[in-house]
């Protein structure tokens, strides 16, 4: 006999119903931190030029170089005529001067310095052109299969490009593998030869819980951003692009990331190892066996959808001893709001032995007598 049992998860009170998102960003993507759960997507795999949200990238290099000890905050690297000449946002760093590893850091986070931008990718690759090969190699290393650098700031170039989806994949990474690092992206003001610069991230000052990333315009791209915050202990990244100017790139970016930070809940299922059911059991030395899920399992939802989340406990029953403890004896499925089924595998929480060969001579008989048949 298949047994199947269905429990109604009313883990939290039931919430306001909210209105679907909409943006005018012509990409965009939000994504859930701790899970990778995809919350909004708008074109999220449409190559787009990046502009100066390519500068993580870049940081990305510097901070794995900072972390393997390749070079410090106190080095100093050399200001060619190259990166004095470049146009665009700036950190005006005098040419032939030596600049401070982590002032050049502050320089591109806070002031998106294309001038900074390529005093670190010469000090660190030789060239910008050396240290675009390798921005390449580390893209394929994250997962990033949609994008190409020709360059270290995201200067206009046709084959420069990325998308929604690989720049929240880079950012997930940023915060993940540099906490020691990562808080240069929340600092909000620099100043460097006197000239004090302010965070062009809209997020900052918005007191919604953001702490970064990056923003870029660029006339065929738009004005774009890629955004993080944290509330109540879950983190979203967003990524927007395509907008038609800065007020409108702060409207869009403070409206999805308070979506994506207000509207879902992380639920932890399974992780007290408790019982889901118990199994009846057949020519054992005990009648029952509970049941539990392999693993725990940590899921978001819909706050307004959370009363639809569903789990059902799948098996056969009865079971046949001998059982040992942690055997596979079913499935476990999460139906979820948004028409998920995730499985996970079922099993005994105990070990049940098998009954001394003349009690289960009898036990069988029983069987027999009963009309339940022998079962063997």
Same mark, same amino acid.
């Given at each position: 006999?298949i047994r199947i *049992? *269905?429990? @109604?998860c009313?883990?939290?009170?039931?919430a306001?119903?909210?209105?679907? &998102?909409?943006?005018?960003?012509k990409?965009a &993507?939000?994504?859930? #931190?701790?899970?990778?759960?995809?919350l909004f997507?708008?074109?999220a795999?449409a190559?787009?030029?990046?502009s100066?949200?390519?500068?993580?990238?870049?940081m990305?290099?510097?901070?794995?170089?900072?972390?393997?000890?390749?070079?410090?905050?106190?080095?100093?690297?050399?200001?060619?005529?190259?990166?004095?000449?470049?146009g665009?946002?700036?950190?005006?760093?005098?040419v032939?001067?030596?600049?401070? !590893?982590e002032?050049? /850091?502050?320089?591109?986070?806070?002031?998106?310095?294309?001038d900074?931008?390529?005093? @670190? $990718?010469?000090?660190?690759?030789?060239?910008?052109?050396?240290? $675009?090969a390798?921005?390449?190699?580390? =893209?394929?290393?994250l997962?990033?299969?949609?994008?190409h650098?020709?360059?270290a700031s995201?200067?206009?170039d046709?084959?420069?490009y990325?998308?929604?989806?690989?720049? =929240? &994949?880079? %950012?997930a990474?940023?915060i993940?593998?540099?906490p020691?690092?990562?808080? #240069? +992206? %929340?600092?909000?003001e620099f100043? #460097?030869?006197? /000239?004090?610069q =302010?965070?062009?991230?809209? @997020?900052?000052?918005?007191? &919604?819980g %953001?702490?970064?990333?990056k923003?870029?315009?660029?006339?065929n791209?738009? +004005?774009?951003?890629?955004?993080?915050?944290?509330?109540d202990g879950?983190r979203v990244?967003?990524?927007?692009?395509g907008? =038609?100017?800065?007020?409108?790139?702060?409207?869009q970016?403070?409206?999805?990331?308070?979506w994506?930070?207000?509207?879902?809940?992380?639920?932890? @299922?399974?992780?007290?190892g408790?019982?889901l059911?118990?199994?009846?059991?057949y020519?054992?030395?005990?009648?029952?066996?509970g049941?539990r899920?392999?693993?725990?399992?940590?899921?978001i939802?819909?706050?307004?959808?959370?009363?639809?989340?569903?789990?059902e406990?799948?098996?056969?029953?009865p079971?046949? $001893?001998?059982?040992?403890?942690?055997?596979?004896v079913?499935?476990v499925?999460?139906?979820?709001?948004?028409?998920?089924?995730?499985? !996970?595998?079922? /099993?005994t929480?105990?070990s !049940?032995?098998?009954m001394?060969?003349?009690a289960?001579? /009898?036990?069988?008989?029983?069987l027999l007598?009963?009309?339940?048949? #022998?079962?063997?």
């Amino acid at each position: 006999m298949i047994r199947i *049992f *269905f429990f @109604l998860c009313l883990l939290f009170p039931s919430a306001v119903f909210a209105s679907n &998102i909409e943006t005018k960003a012509k990409q965009a &993507i939000i994504i859930d #931190y701790n899970t990778g759960t995809i919350l909004f997507e708008k074109n999220a795999d449409a190559r787009m030029p990046t502009s100066s949200m390519s500068k993580v990238m870049t940081m990305y290099l510097v901070f794995e170089a900072l972390k393997k000890g390749n070079i410090s905050l106190d080095d100093t690297f050399l200001v060619s005529e190259k990166a004095w000449r470049k146009g665009g946002s700036k950190m005006f760093v005098p040419v032939g001067k030596q600049v401070k !590893v982590e002032d050049l /850091i502050r320089g591109v986070i806070i002031q998106s310095g294309n001038d900074a931008t390529i005093v @670190l $990718a010469e000090g660190l690759g030789g060239d910008e052109d050396s240290f $675009a090969a390798a921005l390449n190699i580390k =893209a394929k290393e994250l997962g990033m299969n949609n994008s190409h650098f020709m360059n270290a700031s995201g200067w206009p170039d046709p084959d420069h490009y990325s998308t929604a989806r690989d720049l =929240a &994949i880079l %950012a997930a990474a940023m915060i993940k593998n540099f906490p020691d690092y990562y808080g #240069y +992206y %929340a600092e909000k003001e620099f100043t #460097y030869s006197k /000239i004090s610069q =302010a965070n062009r991230n809209p @997020l900052l000052y918005a007191n &919604i819980g %953001a702490d970064g990333l990056k923003t870029g315009h660029t006339k065929n791209g738009g +004005y774009g951003l890629i955004g993080t915050g944290v509330k109540d202990g879950r983190r979203v990244i967003i990524v927007i692009n395509g907008l =038609a100017s800065k007020a409108e790139r702060k409207q869009q970016s403070i409206k999805l990331l308070q979506w994506g930070l207000n509207g879902f809940r992380n639920i932890s @299922l399974f992780d007290d190892g408790a019982d889901l059911d118990k199994a009846e059991v057949y020519f054992g030395t005990r009648d029952f066996v509970g049941l539990r899920a392999k693993t725990s399992l940590n899921i978001i939802v819909p706050k307004l959808l959370e009363r639809d989340l569903k789990i059902e406990v799948k098996y056969k029953s009865p079971l046949k $001893a001998p059982i040992s403890k942690g055997q596979e004896v079913g499935t476990v499925i999460i139906h979820t709001p948004k028409g998920e089924a995730i499985k !996970v595998p079922l /099993i005994t929480s105990n070990s !049940v032995k098998e009954m001394p060969w003349f009690a289960k001579i /009898i036990a069988k008989a029983r069987l027999l007598t009963t009309g339940q048949g #022998y079962l063997d």
